[in-house]
């Protein structure tokens, strides 16, 4: 492509596609569910917009990542030595995932291979025999319901209503591995690698049994599983409908919590104007202060567990 000076010659196809962006709606993505058959073309657009990625960009990344990986490793690094026995002879399409979740900046992209593999070394009781049945019955019950559409923006929603949640029941690492299986199984599609994931708490039956019940090491843990610990860009956390002593809980949480995920935590209370500017409420289910009915849990697990039931 032509380039004068520092100026780069910006092709009407280009054009096309960055206003196409800029209007986007949840017609215009592929399945969340599955491989991803084809990027859609605004979707290339964004990647390369946002994530710096090109056909060259990623093929020499790639390159400098595996020699970052023996490098680090050989300087007697432990993680690094950790990364390079889990990942050395894996396919480029797991190493990209990395990558695009740090804009494919090599040394950022290595640091998080190093925080994926100390997150499974801190917290193993999270991974002892983690298989899609291990917390099949978790999702069926709605811990996290993953909606079958993606949003505007093209992001996987995650839906979590704490309202019928008994802790006895189902522990909070439970939640935490369910999370874990669908993070790692969703993110096998490309499309999801490159717009990312949204959560959304609504916090409306949040009991003092909750408040009480849950433990800061537990919510350390949760902070810890969406900072530096999944090739995943989580692009927003919406709370929503929370009462006053849920404040007590989120001080808890806050100083764990570096500044860009303090940035994309977004807590609404009752007021939901700024929500639905994110989400169209026929999208959302009603249970989530939309008009489409409420997740069928089950179903959602069998569409997340349609492949073979293999350990991560």
């Known amino acids: 492509m032509a380039a004068t000076g520092s100026f780069r010659v910006v092709s009407e196809e280009e054009q096309a596609m960055r206003s196409k962006l800029e209007r986007l709606t949840v ?5 969340v569910f599955g491989p991803c058959q084809k990027l859609p073309a605004h979707t290339v657009q964004k990647a390369k917009d946002e994530l710096t990625e090109t056909d060259e960009r990623r093929a020499s990344a790639l390159k400098e990542l595996r020699a970052a990986m023996k490098e680090r490793a050989a300087e007697g690094d432990d993680l ?12 480029d399409s797991l190493m990209l995932r990395f ?29 002892e025999n983690l298989t899609p049945e291990a917390v099949r019955s978790t999702i069926e019950a709605g811990y996290p319901v993953v909606l079958p559409s993606r949003d505007k923006y093209g992001r996987v929603v995650l839906l979590f209503n704490i309202e019928n949640w008994d802790l006895e029941e189902i522990t909070f690492d439970e939640i935490l591995r369910a999370y874990c299986v669908i993070l790692e199984k969703l993110l096998e599609n490309e499309e999801t690698q490159i717009n990312g994931f949204v959560l959304v708490e609504n ?18 843990k ?11 860009r989580f692009k927003a956390v919406h709370v929503t409908h929370q009462p006053w002593y849920f404040t007590t809980t989120y001080n808890v949480v806050k ?4 500044s860009k995920l303090l ?3 977004f807590v609404h209370g009752d007021e939901l104007s700024n929500y639905f ?10 249970d989530f202060d939309g008009k489409a009915s409420v997740a069928d849990c089950q179903a959602i697990a069998t569409k997340l567990f349609g492949s073979e039931d293999t350990a991560l």
């Open 80 to 91: 690094a030595k950790l990364v390079l026995d889990q990942f050395g002879e894996k396919p």
């Open 255 to 258: 100083p764990f919590m570096k």
């Open 203 to 220: 916090f409306k039956g949040f009991t003092m049994q909750h408040a009480s019940g849950i433990k800061p090491t537990e919510l350390k």
């Open 263 to 265: 940035e994309r935590v």
């Open 27 to 31: 017609k215009d993505h592929g399945p």
């Open 277 to 286: 500017k994110e989400f169209d409420t026929d999208f959302l289910p009603a």
């Open 99 to 127: 990558l695009r979740a740090r804009k494919f900046e090599v040394v950022r992209a290595h640091e998080l291979m190093k925080g994926y593999v100390r997150f499974r070394k801190e917290y193993p009781e999270l991974f």
């Open 222 to 232: 949760m902070v810890d599983m969406l900072q530096d610990s999944f090739p995943a």
